[in-house]
């Protein structure tokens, strides 16, 4: 059946449609004028050099990689004991359970923040650090989780059993087999999960307190002032996620042609 014109038109300009804020903000970032204007009218990197010469962002900028580094560590280690288990165990309920993981990634991130909000604040945990990390690694175990189900489910089931009767015992399988053989695809979910955790603003505007993040620091510039650095930095954080989900996409694409040999 010959698919209708219409189709990928629609698909071309739902496209435009969603990068035409990059086509924008891009190369405003590069502009010699001292307020936001587009096009830019000499080229210049006086707001790259802003960026990196300001603590406040500096010190955003080390707050969310710290942030999205252990949140991910976390998110990776408990996604993926959690979609082992769904997959390789007869559990009752298993729907419901994965139902509840996938939880985060359906809910409003605005209901997420109001319960995190109430809960880290009933253990005396919100506006720390340790509340932060909490409430990023809930917020990108989803991930996690969905990119190690479909690689455990693909996995040959005849290698941890050759390994058992070989006579290792459970943790060495999964230490010794099952971990090195789907070592891309944790990198890749680790991909994700830093990439979710780096970009998030809605719940750490609500729990973070005093701490400051590159995209909580760009919210509140944004209400207070209107600086053509948000450019900059929202082409450097444009570039780096495309960058991430590139490299996650190659690791995915090397590790199902490794299955598929």
């Given amino acids: 059946m010959k698919q209708p014109i ?52 500096l010190n955003a900028m080390g707050t969310s990689i710290l942030l999205a580094c252990l949140s991910s560590i976390f998110a990776v280690v ?23 993981f996938m939880a985060p990634m359906v809910l409003p991130t605005i209901i997420a923040a109001v319960a995190m909000y109430i809960a880290l604040g ?29 690689a455990i489910r693909a996995f040959d ?9 070989m006579g290792a015992s459970g943790l060495t399988t999964i230490r010794r087999v099952v971990i090195p053989l789907l070592a891309p695809n944790l990198a890749a979910a680790w991909i994700f999960a830093f990439v979710g955790s780096f970009d998030e603003v809605v719940v750490t505007s609500f729990i973070a307190g005093t701490y400051d993040t590159i995209p909580k620091r760009m919210f509140s ?6 600086s053509p650095t948000i450019t900059a930095v929202a082409t ?6 495309i960058l991430s989900l590139i490299g996650a996409s190659l690791i995915l694409r090397q590790a199902s042609r490794s299955v598929a040999s």
Avoid at 134 to 148: E, F, K, R
Avoid at 236 to 241: A, N, Q, S, W
């Fill in 6 to 57: 219409t189709v990928p038109i629609v698909a071309i300009a739902t496209l435009m449609f969603l990068i035409l804020p990059i086509l924008v903000v891009v190369p405003m970032s590069f502009s010699s004028a001292s307020s936001l204007s587009f096009p830019p009218n000499a080229f210049s990197l006086r707001w790259y050099r802003a960026f990196f010469s300001s603590d406040t962002w």
């Fill in 157 to 165: 089931l005849r290698l941890e059993q050759v390994a058992w009767t």
């Fill in 122 to 150: 009933r253990v005396g945990l919100l506006g720390s650090f340790i509340g932060l990390v909490i409430a990023h690694t809930l917020l990108v175990v989803p991930y996690v989780i969905v990119v190690m189900s479909v």
């Fill in 236 to 241: 450097l954080l444009i570039g780096f996620t």
């Fill in 221 to 226: 510039e944004l209400i207070l002032e209107i």
């Fill in 78 to 100: 408990l996604g993926s004991l959690g979609a082992y288990g769904l997959r390789r165990r007869e559990i009752r309920f298993s729907g419901a359970l994965e139902s509840n």
